[in-house]
């Protein structure tokens, strides 16, 4: 018996030593990808969510005219399918993290429609969570992948880089042209 009771109070001690450093590590993660966003916000490249479906929005959100004005300043971060069926239990859903311009996140979820008989559909994005939901924890891990959040932040400040690029080159060359 007294093996057991020490057995027991081990395995405590490390449950809460694994949840205190747990919590710890989430919360290194979540401040690595404010500081990245707050460095690099001003410069990101935004699109526009397509096909938004904002059914019961207002009574859980708030003003629709300001969100779907969000929703055209947005950055895909992340993309999911079923997410350990974390966000709905018993499907196979594809899901998207938008980064909006007020740098709130967004939670789409996808849906396929049909549209005609040549079995061709679009796909409508559905509002399932706006807010801090980019740091959702399951099981003490995030639900979205922190490491394609940063990557994807990257690859929009490369995209937005080559872009200023070629504009300095275009107006470089139209300058040569006027001073020659």
Wanted: include cysteine.
């Amino acid at each position: 018996m007294k093996n057991i009771k020490q057995l027991i109070e081990k395995i405590k001690v490390n449950e809460q030593v694994i949840g205190i450093k747990t919590s710890e590590l989430l919360n290194i993660k979540i401040k690595e990808v404010n500081d990245i966003l707050d460095i690099a916000f001003k410069y990101l490249t935004f699109d526009k969510i397509e096909n938004l479906e904002l059914t019961h929005f207002n009574a859980e959100y708030g003003n629709l005219l300001f969100f779907q004005n969000l929703c055209q300043h947005a950055i895909l971060l992340d993309n999911l399918i079923d997410v350990n069926r974390v966000l709905t239990p018993n499907s196979i859903d594809k899901y998207e993290l938008w980064l909006l311009w007020n740098k709130e996140f967004c939670v789409i979820r996808l849906k396929s429609i049909p549209f005609n008989t040549a079995n061709k559909s679009i796909e409508i994005r559905e509002v399932i969570d706006y807010g801090d939901c980019a740091f959702k924890v399951h099981n003490g891990t995030f639900i979205w992948n922190m490491d394609n959040i940063i990557n994807n932040i990257e690859d929009n400040l490369k995209t937005t880089l080559a872009s200023k690029e070629n504009i300095r080159q275009f107006i470089e060359l139209e300058l040569n042209k006027i001073k020659d």
